[in-house]
């Protein structure tokens, strides 16, 4: 599964330019362009929040990414 997430966030990060303003629901729905898993959707979106490639702003803005984990 970690390869498979790698090889997704590479292609997300490319249809993102740094700095980017997208929603979550922009964001989710690019991962679900590339992949139809939804244990890689959701492992890419866990991925991007953790290692700080995406931080989340407005109501979630300053959230613990752990504190989302179900």
Known sequence: MRGATE???GRI???FPAQAG???LELVSAIC????????ILA????LLE??????????RGIDPK????
Do not use: K, W
Not at 33 to 40: I, M, S
Not at 44 to 47: E, F, I, L, R, S
Not at 51 to 60: E, I, K, M, P, Y
């Open 7 to 9: 090889n997704a966030v």
């Open 13 to 15: 990060e490319a249809q």
């Open 22 to 24: 997208v929603t979550l």
């Open 33 to 40: 362009d590339v992949t139809e898993d939804e244990q890689e």
């Open 44 to 47: 890419t979106v866990h991925y």
């Open 51 to 60: 290692s700080g490639t995406v931080r989340l702003c407005g109501n979630l």
């Open 67 to 70: 504190l989302l984990r179900s």
